[in-house]
């Protein structure tokens, strides 16, 4: 007789047998491509108790017991000042979960309120990742894995051209400047954000989203307008005409013809037209 699984042991098998070529095999080409988990590493991985996150835990878990490469992990999850409710949810799911967190406080969404001003989202993600970098040094890690995926990426190099007047993506994995020797992973990064959701319902699980004090009032599944909600609702138009539009505008990214630009910046020079068209410059492989 089969041994019966239990609600964590089904949600792990659905990660790489329904999900396996969305979610488990995606996961892996991350990892294995961008080099993302090594020999000796030692993970931080962030849970921020939704369901981004959630899985990323998971997708780690699962990588530990089947992969040869000998890595640990830590997961952590940073409070900045969740509702009861919110904190008792994502209590919760880390129990059924099976996913031996450690949560620590911090009073970012009461530091936010004072000194957000315009930009309350982009200081509170600046704060959350020196916490989560702090914290993951004193556990002796070397990386902190975050949830980002390939929606991500996606959204964010179309939002800094509709409105930010640059072309910027999001880096698989980034050396830290201000903690040496720590770096930060996507290994979602090649993910989308489609087949996350699909994983969610199919197990029936409920996470929380955003939960600062802006997001608080919003209606169940209400996520508010803003900047990257168009770039969603674009890229969802777009879809029904090229079902493959998202591929298309990530392999883009590993794609760029730099000698078809009148202008770019590396390494934080800027090359412009007249100079490059008059002298032919080019970027050469270090």
């Not at 239990?6 to 990892?31: D, H, M, P, Y």
């Not at 530990?64 to 949810?89: C, Q, T, W």
């Amino acid at each position: 007789m089969a041994k019966q699984l239990t609600f964590c042991g089904a949600v792990e098998r659905s990660i790489i047998t329904k999900f396996r070529k969305g979610i488990w095999t995606k996961f892996l080409q991350a990892v294995k491509k961008y080099k993302l988990i090594e020999e000796g590493d030692k993970i931080a991985v962030c849970v921020s108790g939704g369901k981004d996150s959630v899985l990323l835990a998971k997708c780690v878990q699962e990588l530990k017991r089947h992969s040869e490469i000998n890595f640990d992990a830590e997961y952590i999850v940073m409070n900045p000042g969740y509702s009861s409710e919110n904190l008792a949810r994502t209590e919760e799911n880390l129990r059924l979960l099976e996913i031996p967190a450690r949560i620590f406080d911090s009073d970012i969404f009461d530091v936010n309120d004072l000194i957000g001003g315009e930009h309350p989202c982009y200081l509170c993600a600046r704060m959350r990742r020196g916490f989560l970098y702090a914290r993951a040094q004193e556990l002796g890690c070397n990386k902190i894995a975050l949830g980002h995926h390939m929606s991500d990426v996606i959204e964010t190099t179309l939002m800094s051209m509709f409105f930010g007047g640059q072309i910027q993506g999001m880096m698989p994995k980034i050396k830290s400047s201000n903690f040496g020797g720590m770096q930060l992973i996507r290994p979602l990064y090649c993910v989308l954000d489609d087949e996350i959701v699909r994983w969610q319902q199919y197990n029936n699980l409920q996470f929380i989203a955003c939960a600062c004090k802006l997001t608080e009032n919003l209606s169940l599944g209400e996520q508010g307008q803003s900047a990257r909600q168009d770039i969603k609702k674009l890229i969802k138009d777009f879809r029904t005409r090229n079902p493959d539009v998202d591929a298309s505008i990530f392999k883009s990214l590993h794609n760029v013809q730099l000698d078809t630009l009148p202008e770019f910046k590396y390494k934080g020079e800027t090359y412009e037209f007249n100079t490059k068209y008059e002298k032919g410059i080019k970027i050469h492989k270090n």
